[in-house]
């Protein structure tokens, strides 16, 4: 892992350097959002590396025990990387302009909030699928292995633990498997996925805006945007919509 190490030495020193105007952006001209943008890329590199090591995949840290890349993983790793990339640069600019408590940074109740669904429903979906692996096999279990075959290119057929489907090996998992069932619905789209997913990526892009416009100025960073608490009511409402459909028998 020493590349891990040296890219996060590297993250560091990017918003170190002529920290005072904007990181190491500035000295091509540019601010500290664009450092902002490069220490995000920087972390995504981190669990690219991370990946390739556990699953010899690029994606490997987003594909679950199941062999299939998984909608929670991607959202808990896309929260992280955009937050903890943005206190990264907020907090070392803080340094470099001599702040005396450069991560005395407020996060709002409503970050905070985000934060907590997106780890509930990870928690609470692994639970879920863990219980149906009690149960019996999927009876759709021989047309799902054709119909995946077919339009994944596997290396093997599918196979179930209980009720959950399963691929071979981490090889084997694709991106469409985020929008899919996940027991006698494995070959179809699961619509409370698609919603989760679109309210992930609408809030991702605008919150990153919000952060993007924080970052303009030079001056110290204090507190994070907050999010509307209607949005975050919604989002918490699709949350509960995709456990439950998860939890009902197919």
Known sequence: MSATIVVLIFLVAANLVRGDTGGIASLVGLGRPVTWLLTLLMLIVVFVIIGVAQKRRWDGVLIDERNKVSL???????????????????????????????????????????????????????????EKQKGADPSRLQTISANLQKSDTLTAPPDSRGQVVTKATPGDARWLDIIRGDTNDADYVDISKVQQL?????????????????????????????????????????????????AVPK
């Not at 990387?81 to 302009?97: K, R």
């Not at 997106?118 to 609470?124: D, K, P, T, Y």
């Open 72 to 130: 929670s993983r991607v959202q808990i790793v896309l929260w992280t990387v955009l937050l903890v990339s943005a206190l990264f640069t907020a907090g070392l600019s803080n340094v470099s302009v001599g702040v005396a408590n450069p991560l005395e940074i407020q996060i709002p109740a409503s970050v905070w909030a985000l934060l907590g669904i997106g780890s509930f429903s990870f928690v609470a979906s692994s639970s879920i699928l863990g």
């Open 198 to 246: 679109t309210f992930t990526a609408l809030l991702l892009i605008v919150y990153g805006s919000s952060i993007f416009n924080v970052l303009k100025t030079m001056t110290p960073v204090s507190t994070f945007p907050p999010v509307d608490g209607g949005f975050v009511s919604l989002l918490g409402l699709s949350h509960a919509a995709y456990l439950a459909y998860k």
